[in-house]
């Protein structure tokens, strides 16, 4: 139910241009208010293990600096990854869930694209067409450099599996990685879980929201989402220690 305690958000008019874009350029400072009163703790923790997990980054950042096309593209996704993790969380304080839910699968999906770019070795992808065919092997990184549509994102995951024993990943992280995937999927198309965090239930009556929210009855979730965050930003050296290993590997 409604927590009275909580900030009423204000009024907004969608039949006024004005209303609208006061909206627009609103930084929703009563919503960054609310989760700083629930979750400064949780919102340091993070910030503690994402700058402890940056302190790695100069480990590729000094490869791709060597004239190294393939180690820049790998920075790249790397640099990525920090980037969707802390606008994600920042979009997640102003209480835009959805967006930030979407930031949340580009951060986890740049995890095997990260990793199959950095392979100095062929790697294996699925063959082209409907019907199943053999999988071929390719210089991953210069597929994705060219925009090949074999290796969009979205398939990276399945050809991390593919290559799981080449690239020694761990079985238990990628299903890992899959799962939080599909979690975040739902935040990248219409779904009931889109549907719920844009409402919230008073005493009299549900109300729809626009723009940030911070819904009282939402709190869990909300610690929950905070919490992922921080775990991914866990994993962060040991990709970038994996990545080096495999761009320092003989060509």
């Known amino acids: 139910m409604f927590n009275m305690q909580s900030k009423i958000p204000p009024i907004l008019n969608l039949t006024e241009p004005k209303s ?11 919503v960054k208010e609310e989760f700083t009163k629930h979750f400064s703790t949780d919102i340091l923790r993070f910030a503690e293990v994402l700058a402890e997990s940056f302190r790695w980054y100069p480990k590729i950042q000094a490869l791709a600096q060597n004239e190294d096309e393939q180690a820049l593209y790998v920075l790249g996704f790397i640099h990525g990854i920090f980037d969707d993790l802390i606008t994600s969380t920042k979009l997640l304080v102003t ?22 770019c950095s392979s100095r070795k062929l790697l294996l992808i699925s063959g082209k067409g409907k019907k199943r065919q053999p999988s071929v092997p390719v210089k991953y990184w210069e597929l994705v450099k060219n925009i090949d549509k074999r290796v969009e994102s979205y398939k990276a995951i399945s050809h991390l599996e593919l290559n799981r024993i080449q690239l020694s990943a761990n079985k238990d992280a990628i299903d890992e ?47 929950y989402e905070i919490e992922q965050r921080t775990n991914l930003c866990r994993v962060l050296p040991n990709l970038i220690e994996m990545v080096v290993t495999q761009l320092n590997a003989t060509h």
Do not use: C
Request: net charge positive; no cysteine; aromatic share 8%.
């Open 20 to 30: 609208v874009v006061k909206e627009i350029v609103d930084n929703d400072s009563w």
């Open 95 to 116: 209480g835009k869930v959805i967006p930030s839910g979407n930031l949340m699968r580009q951060a986890l999906e740049g995890i095997p694209v990260a990793i199959l």
């Open 177 to 223: 990685l899959k799962k939080g995937i599909k979690i975040y999927h739902q935040f990248s198309h219409p779904s009931i879980s889109s549907l719920v965090v844009r409402v919230r239930e008073t005493e009299t009556d549900i109300a729809h929201f626009i723009g940030g929210v911070f819904n009282d009855a939402m709190r869990p979730k909300y610690k």
